[in-house]
């Protein structure tokens, strides 16, 4: 039985390495005063798909982790626990942050990500979401904007 | 020398660089305490806050966040058995133990002790070094550049965590990501699929925020185990009890000297730093050691000599950086990107072109020894409290500065995309065991290798040859391909001796 997450990764990377070679060889390699743009990328992305193949065959003949061995059902249920952490959580908070910011303005949008995430996500009670929300969020504020000059969008609605 | 360690002294003991200084030291010492949160996150996510700072005291700040982790890490490893930091791993093993038996206060004492001894021996050999390699360094050119930045990933891939060969991909990779961007010697355009902001290529700052900060914080909410709080042993903060005997000075002082010296020399080399110089010291002392059946068992050279080398190493780690422009991990990568923030390269020349910078920065590292010992020693029962915070509260915060400091980088949302996509990717190195450290150093030795490749080969007009003729260049090539087929000497040789032995 091979190696899931070796065999996984290493065929991942040999996509991702194919992928390279298809863009590099749209580039010219050699010119008369030497190497050009598309040389090494494609001997970078040949290499990747070299190792990575290299990591899909070891994981034929490194055993498998015990911890990993598990029925079907315990597979499932691993993937159910996995989508109920907190991490797709903080990637979609994340996202929608990095698409809302320039439309709704620095103050709304870091509203959406940190209520969220301390109220919801790690389940904090209203006071202390409300307390550390509005405390980072305004501290936050007087660092960057105040402080640092940074220009943070202020959105459609105007404000900060 | 002198004159100028007195030019750097007036620079790093102005008010402005002190407290910059200061407030880098207690970062660096409350993210040390923190587990999980290494220097590589914090210095990524507190980057981009050092923008309006000039770049002297920007560099002091963030230096003072590196040394200041490894002191820091020092107070969980050893009341926790929670090491802050990778590179305090080995001293949970005669730390936590020592504490166990109530000696707690001793150990956190020889280690503050022995930190400040070896942060101030990695100091002054820096001060010695850096300027006559900068002046070899300038014999360099693209081929010695070339093979050197070689020998400096093969060193991060043999020395690193993890499988060699997945090392090396994920490496690869980073060099890979490096390419995206304009072409450095033709500026056409790669990988960037029409888009302007990706024109200057990936950011590092963004990368890294992404890779250690993001990637960190979904690792944790991940793992439920350091979500939790766990107890303190109890122990007295009174500062005479702190301070280790005249016993423990007898036993200690040796593995400090040695800690010291190791850890200064392996700090220089490529993929070297706090984490092999520790485990190296650990190893050295307990083969020199007349009672070696002690270590595991509290014995206090199990913590002098590895904490003394894990904050030496953080010295000799700034040499190659200061002299040669080449990180030798991910921190010294960092550093380098805090520098070029600043429109400033580090290299050879920094010397005469920056002097003050240069040596603003060295002499900070006194300055900065100083303010930790001070601030180590009163403050431990401070220090702990803040194992105590729940990542609940931390987490967001995190996050919060993250987003904002990608953003502020181009003032492009984008970047915050681009952030999300590295944390994923962080978070997912992890989960399939591949360490994000040859990565970090391939995406920024990446673009320098190739400017460098295609330079030498464009002035030898195409012939290889030329990375054979210098002999630099022949020497780094030759130690490459030691370091590389050493694994498989080794192993001929094992062989060798099972056959003869049997």
């Keep these: ?160 | 020398m002198i004159e100028s360690l007195l030019i750097g002294f007036t620079i790093s003991l102005s008010f402005q660089n002190i407290i910059y200084c200061f407030i880098g030291c207690s970062l660096g010492t409350i993210i040390g305490v923190l587990p999980g949160l290494g220097p590589s996150a914090t210095i990524a996510i507190l980057l981009t806050l050092t923008y309006k700072l000039d770049l002297t005291s920007s560099i002091i700040m963030l230096a003072g966040i590196y040394y200041g982790a490894q002191y820091g890490g020092t107070i969980t490893s050893v009341l926790l058995n929670i090491p802050g930091e990778a590179s305090t791993v080995v001293t949970c093993i005669d730390g936590y133990q020592m504490a166990l038996k109530g000696r707690a206060g001793k150990a956190l004492g020889i280690s503050v002790f022995g930190s400040f001894i070896a942060g101030t021996f990695g100091t002054i050999g820096l001060s010695l070094l850096a300027p006559p390699l900068s002046e070899l360094a300038l014999k360099f050119g693209p081929a010695e550049y070339s093979t050197l930045m070689l020998l400096g990933l093969t060193l991060v891939i043999y020395l690193g965590s993890g499988p060699p060969t997945k090392a090396i991909l994920i490496c690869f990779l980073g060099i890979a990501v490096a390419t995206i961007g304009m072409d450095p010697l033709t500026a056409i355009e790669r990988f960037t699929f029409g888009s302007q902001s990706l024109l200057e290529g990936v950011d590092v700052a963004v990368m890294i925020m992404g890779l250690f900060g993001i990637g960190e914080i979904l690792c944790m909410a991940a793992s439920r185990e350091l979500r939790g709080v766990r107890d303190v042993i109890k122990y007295s903060s009174k500062l005479r009890e702190l301070l280790p005997d005249l016993q423990d000075w007898k036993t200690s002082i040796m593995p400090i000297g040695r800690g010291s010296l190791l850890g200064f020399l392996v700090g220089i080399i490529p993929g070297g730093g706090g984490v092999l110089s520790s485990f190296a010291s650990y190893a050295m002392e307990k083969r020199v050691s007349k009672h070696p059946e002690q270590f595991g068992k509290g014995a206090i050279e199990g913590v002098a000599g590895p904490e003394s080398a894990n904050n030496s190493a953080v010295s000799g780690a700034f040499i190659p950086l200061l002299t040669l422009g080449i990180p030798t991990n991910p921190v010294m990568a960092l550093m380098l990107a805090g520098f070029m923030l600043h429109g400033v390269t580090p290299g050879p020349f920094i010397i005469k072109e920056h002097p003050g910078v240069f040596w603003g920065v060295i002499t900070s590292m006194y300055v900065g020894n100083v303010i930790l010992f001070i601030l180590n020693l009163p403050m431990i029962r401070f220090f702990v409290k803040i194992v105590e915070i729940p990542f609940a509260l931390l987490s967001p915060l995190i996050v919060l500065i993250c987003v904002i400091g990608a953003y502020s980088i181009n003032n492009n949302t984008l970047d915050i995309l681009i952030m999300l996509i590295f944390g994923v990717m962080g978070f997912l190195m992890r989960n399939f065991s591949y360490d994000p450290a040859p990565f970090v150093l391939g995406f920024i030795l990446g673009r320098m290798i190739e400017k460098s490749v295609r330079q030498a080969l464009i002035i030898s007009q195409g012939s290889p040859l030329c990375f054979f003729t210098s002999p630099i260049s022949m020497v780094f090539i030759v130690t490459t391909l030691f370091v590389l087929l050493s694994p498989i000497f080794t192993a001929f040789w094992k062989r060798h001796r099972l056959s003869m032995v049997s």
């Design chain 1, 1 to 160: 039985m091979a190696n899931k997450k070796d065999f996984s990764s290493g065929f991942f990377l040999f996509l991702v390495g194919l992928l390279f070679t298809f863009f590099s060889i749209r580039h010219p390699m050699w010119s008369k005063s030497g190497p050009d743009e598309g040389l090494f990328p494609l001997v970078v992305a040949i290499s990747i798909m070299g190792f990575s193949l290299i990591v899909v065959g070891k994981s034929f003949f490194v055993a498998q982790p015990r911890e990993r061995e598990k029925t079907s059902e315990g597979q499932k249920r691993k993937i159910i626990i996995v989508l109920k952490t907190p991490i797709i959580y903080y990637i979609m908070l994340i996202l929608v942050y990095g698409l809302l910011l320039d439309k709704m303005g620095f103050l709304i949008t870091s509203a959406v990500l940190m209520f969220p995430i301390l109220r919801f996500v790690e389940k904090e009670s209203w006071k202390v979401t409300l307390l550390v929300g509005f405390g980072s969020i305004i501290t936050s504020y007087i660092l960057f904007v105040r402080f640092l000059g940074v220009p943070l969008p202020r959105g459609i609605v105007g404000i900060w």
